[in-house]
């Protein structure tokens, strides 16, 4: 996951080379310029650095969406501490009065309160909203500059775990300004904005799937690095000059796919993604035509959003091919104006010519943020009207007391209650919606009430979570039901993992046990984790078995010269093995799991001794990597199991 570089400590900065930084790109007037701003600037010097933004912080993230120097010294000039020691008056006779109007709207801005203490927030949402809506209509520079105050804010609060205003900033944050910056089409404040509001909302579900992407990420990255080595070769050979480097991954985007789709994070299709930006449209469909000869694409997953545009006026070719060891990648296809207009929007929108796609969709989506500004509206009509237009895939539902909760589209009841609190969820039976009974499959929608009934003391039911019920959709609350449920069951598990284990060693002929010997052979971190896996059957009485079995050397098979229609186990004993219907193929046990007659057991496909057989719920096989199932073949025991074969 890749952000915006985060500004340094500028107090660490020398002067000059803080002025390099912000003044790179611009010309030598301009330079002038920004180094007399950032001289003001300097002079706001207070002691919460680490909790309130600065404006010479907001600046260095405007600076990096190349917006025009009057932007960036306005971002400068607008920090709070040097509007309290600075007067309008001043700021007009030092730098004129263009941009002196332009930092008088951005303190506007930054005078709402950027988080509210009352049990509704809707009516100071609604007053925020309105004012950024006008100042978007006015002079949308403002509002970028408004949107990296919220970025710098976000980043700060990584310093404060325990700040109470985290969630409060971080739901605001996904409820006016990162869809505000969307449809500005800013996505690089969009992007980091919604991921740091996604690790403070739900903390346990952003580490979760953060540690799933970074448990392979090394591979991945691999994957592409040659998928785009091959890529860059066949465009080369057709005499196509491009740029093709990897698209970074945002969690809160993976997040939601997963969530609507309902699918694992390994079954999106964007896991394996690059960009190729190439010189005008015309080469865009080349290379279209160039990737879907070279592999098998996907016909669902092509998306013309150069000739269709998206609302905010992005514009790219997407499609997924069927890349080397069938793994899907995506290719997003684009010019450089395009690609520039995707990560800086409304940033970039002196550049484009007038009359270009990218000019006429940011005309147009002002002119729709003037609608909604002027149409008639009660104290919570323009935060419905604006989020009716602006979130496609998530619905607005109320609570009794009139608070707004923003769900995935399809969220049922039970979804709802989990978002209320996790033990209004745990203890929900049933739901009332706009004053009516429903059952707890109701699909929910934008606008209804909803009323959760709830026991005094209970749990969750595992049926909850069972994808065929319908009766759960957003991650949020299966996450929390699985974690009632390993809670719950914690303790029993211990308990039955040190009988069996007991059990084992009386059995054995033991006299003690070496825990910590087992922790390591199974590689565990703790005594408590051996016993919950054994307890949970994680792991299985044959993998005891052999762990706990004095180490003996394995002989090597004895490999006849011709197919034997017999053979000969090195094991404890020898038996008839069905592979994939076929008798009589090179075999032997796997001395992992220590599989016996009558057990469930699979078989892999070896380099050197053929297939090894183990049981089906071998944890070697459990966490085989996908790259090798194929070798992975049915097996089955024979008629007589029991019975030893002898060679012929």
């Known amino acids: 996951m890749k952000h915006m570089n985060a500004p340094p400590d500028v107090s660490q900065l020398p002067d000059g080379d803080l002025l390099d930084r912000l003044s790179e790109g611009y010309s030598i007037e301009e330079r002038s310029l920004i180094a007399k701003a950032l001289e003001w600037a300097e002079t706001a010097r207070r002691q919460d650095v680490l909790t309130r933004p600065r404006g010479i912080d907001v600046a260095l993230i405007v600076q990096q969406l190349k917006v025009d120097a009057p932007t960036l010294m306005a971002a400068l000039l607008s920090d709070p501490y040097l509007r309290d020691s600075v007067g309008d008056s001043v700021l007009l006779h030092q730098f004129g009065h263009p941009l002196a109007e332009l930092v008088q709207k951005v303190n506007w801005l930054n005078t709402f309160d950027e988080y509210q203490k009352s049990e509704s927030r809707e009516p100071d ?39 109470p205003t985290r969630k409060t900033i971080a739901l605001e944050t996904l409820d006016l300004f990162t869809p505000l910056a969307n449809r500005l089409g800013v996505g690089q404040l969009k992007w980091e904005m919604e991921d740091l509001s996604f690790r403070y909302l739900e903390p346990e579900e952003y580490r979760r799937l953060a540690q799933s992407l970074a448990s392979n990420r090394i591979a991945r990255e691999e994957f592409v690095r040659q998928f785009m080595i091959e890529l860059q070769e066949k465009l080369q050979d057709a005499g196509i000059k491009a740029r093709i480097f990897g698209r970074p991954k945002h969690l809160y985007s993976i997040h939601k796919k997963i969530e609507r789709k309902d699918v694992n994070p390994e079954e999106l299709y964007d896991l394996h993604a690059v960009r190729v930006i190439v010189k005008d449209i015309a080469t865009c469909y080349t290379v279209l035509g160039l990737t879907h000869g070279a592999w098998l694409h996907i016909p669902d997953e092509l998306d013309d959003y150069i000739a269709n545009p998206k609302s905010n006026g992005y514009q790219s070719l997407h499609t997924v091919v069927i890349g080397p060891e069938g793994k899907p990648v995506e290719i997003q296809i684009r010019t450089e104006d395009m690609h520039n207009f995707a990560e800086f929007g409304v940033a970039a929108h002196w550049r484009y010519k007038e009359g270009s796609k990218q000019d006429l969709a940011m005309d147009r989506n002002v002119n729709t943020l003037r609608q909604l500004l002027e149409a008639p509206h009660g104290e919570r009509g323009i935060l419905d009207s604006f989020r009716s237009q602006f979130f496609e895939d998530d619905i607005f539902v109320l609570t009794p007391k009139g608070q707004v909760l923003r769900l995935s589209k399809g969220a049922t009841p039970i979804d709802f209650a989990y978002g209320i609190h996790t033990e209004v ?35 969750p039911s595992l049926g909850w979570i069972d994808p065929h019920t319908g009766l759960v959709k957003t991650s949020h609350a299966r996450n929390k039901i699985r974690a009632w449920f390993r809670q719950q069951d914690h303790e029993k598990h211990i308990r039955t993992g040190k009988q069996i284990l007991d059990h084992e060693r009386q059995r054995l002929g033991l006299k003690e046990l070496d825990q910590e010997q087992l922790v390591r052979h199974f590689h565990l971190p703790r005594t408590e984790d051996l016993l919950l896996a054994i307890g949970r059957g994680d792991l299985t009485l044959g993998q005891l078995a052999v762990a706990l079995r004095p180490a003996q050397p394995i002989q090597p098979p004895s490999l006849p010269a011709t197919d034997p229609p017999r053979r000969t186990f090195h094991s404890e004993g020898s038996h008839d093995i069905i592979i994939e219907g076929v008798r009589n193929l090179v075999t032997h046990l796997a001395q992992c799991c220590y599989p016996e007659p009558h057990i469930p057991i699979i078989g892999f496909l070896t ?24 070798r992975l073949m049915e097996v089955s025991w024979g008629p007589d199991p029991s019975k030893p074969f002898e060679e012929q």
């Open 125 to 163: 949402q609604a007053e925020l909203l309105r004012s950024m809506l006008l100042a978007v209509v006015n002079d949308v520079r403002a509002v970028l500059i408004k949107l990296a105050y919220r970025l710098q804010r976000l980043r700060l609060l990584r310093n404060s775990p325990e700040d």
């Open 425 to 459: 969820g745990h203890r929900c039976r049933g739901a009332k919606v706009n004053g009516r009974m429903v059952t707890l499959h109701h699909t929910l929608k934008s606008g209804e009430r909803v009323e959760i009934l709830t026991i005094k003391q209970g749990g």
């Open 607 to 630: 380099s050197l001794r053929g297939i090894a057989i183990h049981r089906k719920d071998c944890i070697n096989i459990k966490r085989l990597p996908s790259d090798k199932w194929e």
